[in-house]
């Protein structure tokens, strides 16, 4: 994630999103070949540099470049294809890998990767004013206005700024290794892989719904109100996960709120940067000063 700035500065929006999705092709076809450890760490490596170059990184400086009005709401919008594709691939992916194969369910991901980057290429442009338009709300008055015409950001305060960093290393415990280990959770306490991998399906809608719901609630209410109640209902999530074993009902509880919670710890984190860093400094803002690093090292704890 440090080579984001230093790689958007070589390449424009356009060519380094397409670039990401390449090699999160090519990371899934090797793993389709792979019959060693040396070869699956491969793609591996490839696949994590292409989710640090290609995540919400890019398409921060697109909302921002876009839209000088209701860039939460922009950014919640454009961070769907997240819950969608957790609503529509693992389904699929089952299938196929018991259905077919393994490798023939990682050739599927891979040559869909291919089909997102051609679309990238063909449909992203870096400003408005490439396709002949002009930001969104930039003929309207906002408030405090600077001379680019666009908002006005304050940063925070080192307290403020130490405060957020420690929240995000405790959602990071929650958020990530319930993400990455959703399956494997349920498995080990007797639901089967289709069933798990249907709540994960199921998580998906939620996240749909929560990052829908999110942007528009933090342009009318706020990022701390906001954040609080999105918590909540991620704590409670939380808690009726560990209660699963007692009864499936709980699962779909835990599932459905898990899923609702998220927001302010994925799709937050840009949005926070987004409004209160510049967006000539939002890359080094988001990863270089410790917003997203934060969160990775919670999954220990």
């Known amino acids: 994630m440090t080579l984001v700035p230093l790689?958007?500065?070589?390449?424009?929006?356009?060519?380094?999103?397409s670039v990401s999705c390449l090699l999160m092709a090519v990371a899934f076809l090797i793993h389709s070949f792979a019959h060693n450890y040396a070869?699956?760490?491969?793609?591996?490596?490839?696949?994590?540099?292409?989710?640090?170059?290609?995540?919400m990184i890019p398409v921060s400086l697109l909302m921002n470049n876009w839209f000088v009005q209701r860039r939460a709401t922009a950014l919640s919008i454009s961070s769907m294809g997240?819950?969608?594709g957790s609503f529509i691939?693992?389904?699929?992916?089952?299938?196929?890998?018991q259905g077919i194969s393994l490798d023939a369910a990682f050739r599927m991901v891979s040559l869909t990767s291919l089909v997102v980057m051609l679309l990238c290429f063909l449909i992203i442009r870096d400003t408005p004013f490439e396709w002949k338009m002009i930001p969104y709300?930039?003929?309207?008055?906002?408030?405090?206005?600077?001379?680019?015409g666009t908002p006005e950001r304050q940063d925070i305060s080192r307290t403020a700024r130490f405060l957020m960093l420690f929240g995000l290393l405790l959602q990071g415990g929650v958020t990530i290794t319930a993400a990455w280990?959703?399956?494997?959770?349920?498995?080990?306490v007797g639901y089967s892989k289709e069933a798990a991998a249907f709540r994960v399906s199921m998580m998906g809608i939620s996240m749909v719904v929560s990052k829908l719901i999110f942007g528009p609630a933090i342009d009318r209410w706020g990022g701390k109100k906001t954040s609080l109640a999105f918590l909540i209902v991620l704590a409670?999530?939380?808690v009726c996960c560990c209660l699963s074993p007692l009864h499936p009902l709980f699962m779909y509880a835990g599932t459905l709120c898990m899923g609702l919670g998220f927001?302010?710890?994925?799709?937050?984190?840009s949005i926070y940067a987004a409004l209160r860093l510049s967006a000539e400094g939002l890359p080094a803002g988001v990863h270089g000063r410790g917003h997203t690093v934060f969160l990775y090292p919670g999954e220990a704890v």
């Not at 709300?137 to 680019?148: K, L, P, Q």
């Not at 280990?181 to 080990?188: E, I, R």
């Open 137 to 148: 709300g930039a003929g309207e008055s906002v408030g405090d206005v600077n001379m680019t």
């Open 39 to 55: 070869t699956y760490v491969l793609g591996a490596a490839i696949m994590g540099l292409s989710y640090g170059l290609g995540g």
């Open 7 to 17: 790689f958007y500065r070589r390449l424009n929006l356009r060519w380094g999103l």
């Open 89 to 97: 691939f693992p389904p699929i992916i089952v299938r196929i890998a």
């Open 263 to 269: 927001s302010p710890s994925n799709i937050g984190i």
């Open 236 to 238: 409670l999530g939380a």
């Open 181 to 188: 280990h959703y399956v494997t959770l349920f498995t080990s």
């Open 82 to 84: 997240i819950g969608l």
